[in-house]
């Protein structure tokens, strides 16, 4: 079953929330979801295994074992979600050579935003060898509210070809900030702030998803 990616070689972008909070949405509509952690800081893995809710979880970093194991593991989960490192490393392109779909936070600041043609570049590379795959989507993180840089960000990324680039945008916000401290995602939390970032989260998955339906 599908696996994706979530990439970006800029630390900071949001991989591994993303990359948990994914894993988690999935698990909540009761379907089989793994996360493959493949960053050496670790930190979807340490997050998830402090979760009330048990979401299944391995540490994959070389890029021979996942060679070896995602497509092993890809038969046994109807998700298999990695997490990757901030590095343009064999790692990264790995999953992008192994995923189904890759996404790709990115914040809205123009050394972010530049250094994401390189990891474009390694998504268009593995596009040429795989006859199209995988699907990319890129999207805005940690966009503050009121300022007009998220839109600025999303015609930068615009100009970058073969990826998609999602309207949707995740927002900075405090309630997601504290979710790793707290050994939650959004979705154990209750609360407005934590129901508007639900549903923001929310919309960014439906989409990359029919996206990578399509
Ligand atoms: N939308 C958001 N609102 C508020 N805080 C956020 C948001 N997205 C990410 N963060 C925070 O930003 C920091 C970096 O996020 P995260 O660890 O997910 O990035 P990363 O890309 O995995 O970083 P690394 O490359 O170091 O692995 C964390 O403290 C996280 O809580
Ligand atoms: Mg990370």
């Not at 600025?152 to 990324?157: D, G, K, Q, R, S």
């Not at 070809?161 to 949707?168: A, G, H, K, Y």
């Not at 995602?185 to 990359?208: N, Y």
Request: net charge neutral.
């Amino acid at each position: 079953m599908p696996i994706i990616a979530v990439i970006n070689q800029k630390g900071g972008a949001g991989k591994s929330t993303i990359a948990v909070h994914l894993a988690r949405w999935l698990q909540k509509q009761n379907k089989s979801v793994l996360l493959v952690d493949a960053d050496a800081q670790c930190s979807s893995s340490k997050w998830l295994s402090r979760l009330e809710k048990d979401v299944p979880w391995q540490i994959i970093q070389a890029p021979d074992a996942l060679l070896d194991e995602l497509p092993l593991l890809r038969e046994s989960y109807n998700w298999v979600i990695a997490d990757g490192p901030a590095a343009l490393s064999e790692t990264t392109r790995v999953l992008v050579l192994t995923a189904d779909l890759v996404m790709v936070p990115c914040q809205p600041t123009g050394v972010d935003l530049e250094s994401a043609s390189d990891t474009v570049r390694l998504i268009q590379q593995a596009q040429r060898i795989r006859r199209g795959e995988p699907k990319a989507v890129m999207f805005v993180n940690r966009a503050i509210k009121g300022t007009k840089l998220k839109d600025e960000a999303i015609e930068v990324l615009r100009l970058m070809p073969n990826v998609i680039v999602l309207e949707d945008v995740l927002h900075q916000r405090q309630v997601i900030a504290d979710c790793y401290g707290q050994n939650a995602t959004v979705f154990d939390l209750s609360g407005s702030t934590a129901g508007i970032a639900k549903r923001e989260i929310e919309q960014l998955f439906k989409k990359a998803l029919e996206i990578l339906n399509d």
